[in-house]
Protein backbone atom coordinates (compact mmCIF):
# COMPACT_ATOMS: atom_id res chain seq x y z
CA UNK A 1 0.00 0.00 0.00
CA UNK A 2 1.21 3.41 -1.06
CA UNK A 3 1.95 6.17 1.69
CA UNK A 4 -0.80 8.79 1.04
CA UNK A 5 -0.86 12.29 3.33
CA UNK A 6 -4.44 13.38 5.01
CA UNK A 7 -4.75 15.79 2.82
CA UNK A 8 -4.17 12.92 -0.47
CA UNK A 9 -6.59 10.69 1.62
CA UNK A 10 -9.45 13.47 1.75
CA UNK A 11 -8.77 14.40 -1.58
CA UNK A 12 -9.08 10.50 -2.60
CA UNK A 13 -12.74 10.07 -0.85
CA UNK A 14 -13.71 13.22 -2.31
CA UNK A 15 -13.21 11.58 -5.71
CA UNK A 16 -14.76 7.94 -4.48
CA UNK A 17 -17.89 9.41 -3.51
CA UNK A 18 -17.89 11.49 -7.20
CA UNK A 19 -17.32 8.47 -8.96
CA UNK A 20 -19.81 6.66 -7.61
CA UNK A 21 -22.12 8.38 -8.26
CA UNK A 22 -20.77 8.42 -11.96
CA UNK A 23 -20.88 4.36 -11.94
CA UNK A 24 -24.91 4.54 -11.10
CA UNK A 25 -24.70 4.75 -7.32
CA UNK A 26 -27.10 7.21 -5.48
CA UNK A 27 -25.21 7.68 -2.30
CA UNK A 28 -21.55 6.83 -1.10
CA UNK A 29 -19.96 6.84 2.52
CA UNK A 30 -16.85 5.55 4.12
CA UNK A 31 -16.45 3.68 7.48
CA UNK A 32 -14.08 1.34 9.78
CA UNK A 33 -14.67 -2.10 9.77
CA UNK A 34 -15.42 -2.41 13.94
CA UNK A 35 -18.84 -3.45 14.37
CA UNK A 36 -18.67 -4.97 17.82
CA UNK A 37 -21.55 -3.22 19.22
CA UNK A 38 -23.66 -5.02 16.77
CA UNK A 39 -22.35 -8.34 18.32
CA UNK A 40 -24.77 -8.88 21.26
CA UNK A 41 -28.12 -8.04 19.57
CA UNK A 42 -27.27 -10.08 16.33
CA UNK A 43 -25.95 -13.36 18.75
CA UNK A 44 -29.47 -12.62 20.90
CA UNK A 45 -31.20 -12.86 17.56
CA UNK A 46 -29.28 -15.88 16.19
CA UNK A 47 -30.11 -17.73 20.01
CA UNK A 48 -33.50 -16.89 20.09
CA UNK A 49 -34.35 -18.67 16.18
CA UNK A 50 -35.18 -15.78 14.98
CA UNK A 51 -33.30 -16.33 11.44
CA UNK A 52 -34.83 -19.65 10.64
CA UNK A 53 -33.56 -22.41 8.07
CA UNK A 54 -30.81 -19.97 7.31
CA UNK A 55 -27.97 -21.80 9.11
CA UNK A 56 -25.04 -19.64 7.22
CA UNK A 57 -26.03 -16.52 9.07
CA UNK A 58 -24.77 -18.56 12.59
CA UNK A 59 -21.61 -19.57 10.75
CA UNK A 60 -18.17 -17.21 10.31
CA UNK A 61 -19.19 -15.45 13.68
CA UNK A 62 -15.97 -14.11 14.74
CA UNK A 63 -16.03 -12.51 10.97
CA UNK A 64 -19.05 -10.41 10.82
CA UNK A 65 -18.24 -7.98 13.87
CA UNK A 66 -14.87 -6.83 12.00
CA UNK A 67 -14.54 -6.82 7.98
CA UNK A 68 -10.86 -6.81 7.89
CA UNK A 69 -11.49 -10.43 8.77
CA UNK A 70 -12.50 -11.39 5.81
CA UNK A 71 -9.81 -9.52 3.79
CA UNK A 72 -6.94 -9.04 5.74
CA UNK A 73 -5.54 -5.70 5.69
CA UNK A 74 -9.09 -4.10 5.05
CA UNK A 75 -9.04 -0.67 7.15
CA UNK A 76 -12.04 0.89 5.31
CA UNK A 77 -15.38 -0.55 4.29
CA UNK A 78 -16.87 2.15 1.05
CA UNK A 79 -20.60 1.50 1.46
CA UNK A 80 -22.96 2.30 -1.70
CA UNK A 81 -26.81 2.58 -2.28
CA UNK A 82 -28.62 1.87 -5.76
CA UNK A 83 -32.16 2.48 -5.67
CA UNK A 84 -34.04 -0.45 -7.22
CA UNK A 85 -37.78 0.62 -7.58
CA UNK A 86 -39.02 0.47 -11.26
CA UNK A 87 -41.21 3.05 -12.28
CA UNK A 88 -45.50 2.19 -12.16
CA UNK A 89 -45.03 -1.25 -11.42
CA UNK A 90 -48.31 -0.58 -9.31
CA UNK A 91 -47.90 -2.25 -6.28
CA UNK A 92 -50.68 -1.40 -4.36
CA UNK A 93 -53.17 -2.24 -7.03
CA UNK A 94 -51.24 -5.54 -7.35
CA UNK A 95 -51.92 -6.30 -3.67
CA UNK A 96 -55.79 -5.46 -3.78
CA UNK A 97 -55.50 -7.92 -7.15
CA UNK A 98 -55.98 -11.36 -5.77
CA UNK A 99 -55.77 -13.17 -9.31
CA UNK A 100 -52.49 -11.22 -9.82
CA UNK A 101 -48.75 -12.41 -8.22
CA UNK A 102 -47.15 -10.01 -6.15
CA UNK A 103 -43.31 -10.22 -6.51
CA UNK A 104 -41.07 -8.16 -4.07
CA UNK A 105 -40.41 -4.86 -6.47
CA UNK A 106 -36.48 -5.79 -5.98
CA UNK A 107 -36.52 -8.68 -7.71
CA UNK A 108 -38.80 -8.01 -10.96
CA UNK A 109 -35.95 -7.39 -13.24
CA UNK A 110 -32.61 -9.22 -13.37
CA UNK A 111 -30.63 -10.22 -10.40
CA UNK A 112 -28.50 -7.02 -8.64
CA UNK A 113 -25.83 -8.92 -7.36
CA UNK A 114 -24.01 -8.96 -10.12
CA UNK A 115 -24.91 -5.49 -11.77
CA UNK A 116 -23.84 -4.26 -7.95
CA UNK A 117 -20.61 -6.17 -7.85
CA UNK A 118 -19.43 -4.88 -11.08
CA UNK A 119 -19.92 -1.30 -10.72
CA UNK A 120 -18.09 -1.80 -6.78
CA UNK A 121 -14.86 -3.81 -8.94
CA UNK A 122 -14.80 -1.09 -11.41
CA UNK A 123 -14.65 1.83 -8.49
CA UNK A 124 -12.02 -0.65 -6.72
CA UNK A 125 -10.27 -0.03 -9.89
CA UNK A 126 -10.47 3.03 -10.58
CA UNK A 127 -9.29 3.99 -6.94
CA UNK A 128 -6.39 1.14 -7.49
CA UNK A 129 -5.27 3.17 -10.40
CA UNK A 130 -5.54 6.70 -8.91
CA UNK A 131 -2.90 5.61 -6.26
CA UNK A 132 -0.87 2.96 -7.96
CA UNK A 133 -1.75 -0.12 -6.01
CA UNK A 134 -4.35 -1.10 -3.14
CA UNK A 135 -5.98 -4.31 -2.32
CA UNK A 136 -10.04 -4.12 -2.11
CA UNK A 137 -12.73 -6.78 -2.60
CA UNK A 138 -16.32 -5.89 -3.44
CA UNK A 139 -19.66 -8.02 -1.60
CA UNK A 140 -23.13 -7.40 -2.76
CA UNK A 141 -25.49 -9.02 -0.12
CA UNK A 142 -23.00 -11.62 1.04
CA UNK A 143 -23.50 -13.55 4.36
CA UNK A 144 -20.40 -12.86 6.35
CA UNK A 145 -21.21 -9.03 5.86
CA UNK A 146 -23.51 -7.34 8.29
CA UNK A 147 -24.52 -4.42 5.46
CA UNK A 148 -27.26 -2.87 7.21
CA UNK A 149 -25.12 -1.73 10.25
CA UNK A 150 -22.21 -0.82 7.98
CA UNK A 151 -24.67 1.25 5.95
CA UNK A 152 -25.71 3.22 9.35
CA UNK A 153 -22.18 3.54 10.51
CA UNK A 154 -21.44 5.13 7.03
CA UNK A 155 -24.09 7.54 7.00
CA UNK A 156 -26.52 5.99 4.20
CA UNK A 157 -29.27 6.13 7.04
CA UNK A 158 -30.47 5.00 9.92
CA UNK A 159 -32.23 1.73 11.13
CA UNK A 160 -35.88 1.51 10.69
CA UNK A 161 -38.21 -0.25 13.17
CA UNK A 162 -38.72 -2.77 10.29
CA UNK A 163 -34.55 -2.98 10.24
CA UNK A 164 -33.63 -1.91 6.58
CA UNK A 165 -31.85 1.32 6.38
CA UNK A 166 -33.89 4.19 5.45
CA UNK A 167 -32.79 7.38 4.18
CA UNK A 168 -34.70 10.81 4.41
CA UNK A 169 -34.18 11.55 0.80
CA UNK A 170 -34.97 7.97 -0.43
CA UNK A 171 -37.20 6.21 1.67
CA UNK A 172 -35.77 2.16 1.66
CA UNK A 173 -36.39 1.03 -1.42
CA UNK A 174 -32.56 0.82 -2.16
CA UNK A 175 -30.09 -1.88 -2.46
CA UNK A 176 -26.75 -1.89 -0.86
CA UNK A 177 -22.63 -2.90 -1.24
CA UNK A 178 -19.57 -2.65 0.35
CA UNK A 179 -15.85 -2.48 -0.97
CA UNK A 180 -13.39 -3.60 1.69
CA UNK A 181 -10.34 -1.38 0.88
CA UNK A 182 -6.45 -0.82 2.20
CA UNK A 183 -6.60 2.44 2.33
CA UNK A 184 -7.23 4.46 5.89
CA UNK A 185 -9.51 6.88 3.80
CA UNK A 186 -11.29 9.88 6.20
CA UNK A 187 -14.46 7.84 7.77
CA UNK A 188 -17.49 9.80 7.53
CA UNK A 189 -19.91 10.43 9.96
CA UNK A 190 -22.98 7.90 10.91
CA UNK A 191 -26.41 9.20 10.42
CA UNK A 192 -27.13 11.08 13.37
CA UNK A 193 -30.77 10.72 14.66
CA UNK A 194 -33.21 8.32 13.59
CA UNK A 195 -36.56 9.99 12.15
CA UNK A 196 -39.03 7.09 13.10
CA UNK A 197 -40.53 8.99 16.02
CA UNK A 198 -43.87 7.97 17.22
CA UNK A 199 -44.67 5.85 13.90
CA UNK A 200 -45.02 2.09 13.89
CA UNK A 201 -47.45 1.58 10.70
CA UNK A 202 -44.38 -1.15 9.54
CA UNK A 203 -44.88 -2.94 12.40
CA UNK A 204 -48.54 -2.57 12.29
CA UNK A 205 -49.53 -3.85 8.82
CA UNK A 206 -47.01 -6.74 8.64
CA UNK A 207 -49.35 -9.40 7.48
CA UNK A 208 -47.77 -12.12 9.44
CA UNK A 209 -46.54 -10.38 12.53
CA UNK A 210 -43.04 -10.76 12.69
CA UNK A 211 -41.97 -7.99 14.31
CA UNK A 212 -41.80 -9.08 17.62
CA UNK A 213 -40.54 -5.65 18.93
CA UNK A 214 -39.75 -2.56 16.82
CA UNK A 215 -36.27 -3.11 15.21
CA UNK A 216 -36.32 -7.11 15.57
CA UNK A 217 -37.67 -9.54 13.24
CA UNK A 218 -38.77 -13.04 13.79
CA UNK A 219 -37.54 -14.40 9.81
CA UNK A 220 -39.60 -17.27 10.76
CA UNK A 221 -42.98 -15.34 10.09
CA UNK A 222 -41.45 -13.04 7.42
CA UNK A 223 -43.26 -13.64 4.04
CA UNK A 224 -40.03 -13.49 2.11
CA UNK A 225 -38.49 -15.96 4.11
CA UNK A 226 -41.06 -18.21 3.82
CA UNK A 227 -41.57 -17.72 -0.36
CA UNK A 228 -37.32 -17.48 -0.42
CA UNK A 229 -35.70 -19.06 2.09
CA UNK A 230 -37.99 -21.84 2.92
CA UNK A 231 -37.41 -25.19 1.47
CA UNK A 232 -40.00 -27.22 3.49
CA UNK A 233 -43.69 -26.73 3.94
CA UNK A 234 -45.15 -23.17 4.91
CA UNK A 235 -46.58 -23.46 8.44
CA UNK A 236 -50.48 -23.70 7.75
CA UNK A 237 -51.54 -20.61 10.31
CA UNK A 238 -49.43 -18.74 8.46
CA UNK A 239 -50.75 -19.58 4.42
CA UNK A 240 -53.65 -17.68 5.09
CA UNK A 241 -51.78 -14.20 6.16
CA UNK A 242 -49.62 -14.59 2.75
CA UNK A 243 -52.36 -13.36 0.49
CA UNK A 244 -51.10 -13.04 -3.48
CA UNK A 245 -47.50 -12.33 -2.28
CA UNK A 246 -45.50 -15.15 -4.20
CA UNK A 247 -42.01 -13.98 -3.66
CA UNK A 248 -41.14 -11.81 -1.14
CA UNK A 249 -43.22 -8.90 0.73
CA UNK A 250 -42.78 -5.38 0.50
CA UNK A 251 -45.88 -3.99 2.62
CA UNK A 252 -43.29 -3.00 5.85
CA UNK A 253 -41.82 -0.83 2.71
CA UNK A 254 -44.87 0.55 1.03
CA UNK A 255 -46.52 1.71 4.01
CA UNK A 256 -43.65 3.72 5.49
CA UNK A 257 -43.86 7.03 5.06
CA UNK A 258 -40.19 8.28 4.10
CA UNK A 259 -40.58 5.67 0.81
CA UNK A 260 -42.89 8.25 -0.54
CA UNK A 261 -39.43 9.89 -0.83
CA UNK A 262 -38.28 6.60 -3.34
CA UNK A 263 -36.69 7.60 -6.59
CA UNK A 264 -37.45 5.42 -9.16
CA UNK A 265 -34.33 3.39 -9.86
CA UNK A 266 -32.20 4.88 -13.63
CA UNK A 267 -31.39 1.20 -14.85
CA UNK A 268 -32.86 -0.24 -17.19
CA UNK A 269 -32.05 -3.99 -15.57
CA UNK A 270 -34.22 -3.90 -12.82
CA UNK A 271 -36.67 -2.82 -14.60
CA UNK A 272 -39.80 -5.77 -14.73
CA UNK A 273 -39.25 -8.77 -17.47
CA UNK A 274 -41.28 -11.42 -18.52
CA UNK A 275 -44.58 -9.04 -17.21
CA UNK A 276 -43.24 -10.12 -13.72
CA UNK A 277 -45.14 -7.06 -12.46
CA UNK A 278 -48.63 -7.96 -13.12
CA UNK A 279 -48.93 -11.44 -13.99
CA UNK A 280 -52.22 -13.31 -13.39
CA UNK A 281 -51.54 -16.41 -10.90
CA UNK A 282 -53.03 -18.90 -13.04
CA UNK A 283 -50.34 -18.40 -15.90
CA UNK A 284 -47.78 -18.14 -13.83
CA UNK A 285 -48.78 -21.86 -11.70
CA UNK A 286 -49.19 -23.35 -15.60
CA UNK A 287 -44.95 -22.51 -16.11
CA UNK A 288 -43.70 -26.22 -16.33
CA UNK A 289 -39.90 -26.64 -14.58
CA UNK A 290 -38.11 -25.99 -18.33
CA UNK A 291 -40.36 -22.25 -18.76
CA UNK A 292 -39.89 -21.83 -15.17
CA UNK A 293 -36.24 -21.90 -15.65
CA UNK A 294 -35.89 -20.10 -19.25
CA UNK A 295 -38.41 -16.90 -18.12
CA UNK A 296 -36.47 -17.00 -14.89
CA UNK A 297 -32.97 -16.93 -16.02
CA UNK A 298 -31.04 -14.29 -14.97
CA UNK A 299 -33.24 -13.04 -12.18
CA UNK A 300 -32.99 -14.15 -8.36
CA UNK A 301 -36.38 -15.87 -8.33
CA UNK A 302 -34.74 -18.68 -9.66
CA UNK A 303 -33.25 -19.07 -5.74
CA UNK A 304 -37.07 -20.50 -4.98
CA UNK A 305 -36.90 -23.36 -7.48
CA UNK A 306 -39.76 -24.68 -9.82
CA UNK A 307 -41.06 -26.46 -6.18
CA UNK A 308 -41.08 -23.62 -3.93
CA UNK A 309 -42.63 -21.35 -7.17
CA UNK A 310 -45.44 -23.84 -7.44
CA UNK A 311 -45.47 -23.77 -3.46
CA UNK A 312 -46.06 -20.08 -3.51
CA UNK A 313 -48.50 -19.63 -6.21
CA UNK A 314 -50.27 -22.88 -4.95
CA UNK A 315 -51.18 -20.71 -1.61
CA UNK A 316 -51.86 -17.56 -2.91
CA UNK A 317 -54.21 -19.49 -5.23
CA UNK A 318 -55.69 -20.34 -2.40
CA UNK A 319 -56.30 -16.68 -0.98
CA UNK A 320 -57.72 -15.72 -4.10
CA UNK A 321 -61.02 -15.62 -5.38
CA UNK A 322 -60.86 -19.29 -6.71
CA UNK A 323 -63.64 -20.44 -9.63
CA UNK A 324 -63.43 -23.25 -11.67
CA UNK A 325 -60.87 -22.25 -13.77
CA UNK A 326 -58.30 -22.35 -10.40
CA UNK A 327 -60.19 -25.28 -8.50
CA UNK A 328 -59.20 -27.30 -12.16
CA UNK A 329 -55.20 -25.69 -12.11
CA UNK A 330 -55.09 -26.52 -8.45
CA UNK A 331 -56.42 -30.16 -8.47
CA UNK A 332 -54.11 -31.04 -11.87
CA UNK A 333 -51.27 -30.36 -9.24
CA UNK A 334 -52.74 -33.10 -6.71
CA UNK A 335 -50.59 -35.23 -9.04
CA UNK A 336 -47.56 -33.84 -9.08
CA UNK A 337 -44.30 -35.36 -8.15
CA UNK A 338 -43.43 -33.03 -5.06
CA UNK A 339 -45.46 -33.99 -1.99
CA UNK A 340 -44.84 -29.98 -0.94
CA UNK A 341 -46.89 -29.15 -4.57
CA UNK A 342 -49.40 -31.77 -3.85
CA UNK A 343 -49.43 -30.84 -0.01
CA UNK A 344 -50.16 -27.10 -0.49
CA UNK A 345 -52.35 -27.60 -4.33
CA UNK A 346 -54.59 -29.75 -1.70
CA UNK A 347 -54.47 -26.83 1.40
CA UNK A 348 -55.55 -24.73 -1.33
CA UNK A 349 -58.37 -26.14 -2.50
CA UNK A 350 -60.19 -26.62 0.70
CA UNK A 351 -58.96 -22.87 1.45
CA UNK A 352 -61.40 -22.33 -1.10
CA UNK A 353 -63.76 -24.33 -0.42
CA UNK A 354 -63.72 -23.45 3.24
CA UNK A 355 -63.55 -19.77 2.85
CA UNK A 356 -66.54 -17.10 1.64
CA UNK A 357 -64.89 -14.21 1.90
CA UNK A 358 -60.85 -13.34 0.43
CA UNK A 359 -59.09 -12.46 3.59
CA UNK A 360 -58.29 -8.45 3.87
CA UNK A 361 -54.95 -7.78 5.02
CA UNK A 362 -53.69 -4.95 7.16
CA UNK A 363 -52.27 -3.03 4.26
CA UNK A 364 -55.56 -2.42 2.42
CA UNK A 365 -57.49 -1.13 5.23
CA UNK A 366 -54.19 0.75 6.68
CA UNK A 367 -55.04 4.85 7.11
CA UNK A 368 -51.64 5.18 5.73
CA UNK A 369 -51.98 3.23 2.91
CA UNK A 370 -50.09 4.80 0.02
CA UNK A 371 -51.96 6.61 -2.76
CA UNK A 372 -49.21 6.78 -5.16
CA UNK A 373 -47.70 4.26 -7.40
CA UNK A 374 -45.25 2.65 -4.99
S1 LIG B 1 -41.57 -8.17 4.40
FE1 LIG B 1 -43.79 -8.46 4.79
S2 LIG B 1 -43.92 -10.25 6.10
FE2 LIG B 1 -41.77 -9.56 6.16
S3 LIG B 1 -41.66 -8.21 7.90
FE3 LIG B 1 -42.14 -6.90 6.17
S4 LIG B 1 -44.38 -6.76 6.12
FE4 LIG B 1 -43.82 -8.49 7.45
S1 LIG C 1 -43.11 2.73 8.88
FE1 LIG C 1 -42.71 4.23 10.50
S2 LIG C 1 -41.73 3.06 12.14
FE2 LIG C 1 -41.63 1.81 10.29
S3 LIG C 1 -39.63 2.27 9.42
FE3 LIG C 1 -41.10 3.66 8.47
S4 LIG C 1 -41.07 5.53 9.72
FE4 LIG C 1 -40.08 3.91 10.90
Redesign the pocket.
Known amino acids: MPELSTAMLTELSTKIKEWALELGFQQCGITDCDLHAEQAHYEQWIERGYHGEMGYLNNHLDKRFSADSLLPGTQRVICVRMDYLPPETHAINVLDDGSSAYISRYTLGRDYHKLIRKRLTQLGKRIENEVGESVFRAFVDSAPILERPLAEKAGIGWRGK?TLILNRHAGSMFFLGELLIDLPLPIDPPTAEEHCGNCTA?LD????Q??PQPHL?DAR????YLTIELSGSIPEELRSKMGNRIF?????QLICPWNRFADFTNETDFHPRQKLDKQELIELFSWDEATFLKKTEGSAIRRTGHIGWLRNIAVALGNSKGGNEVIQALEDKLNHDSDIVREHASWAIEQLKSTKNVNVLPIQQHPRRPKINL
Open positions: HCVCPTAFLRCISGCDDC
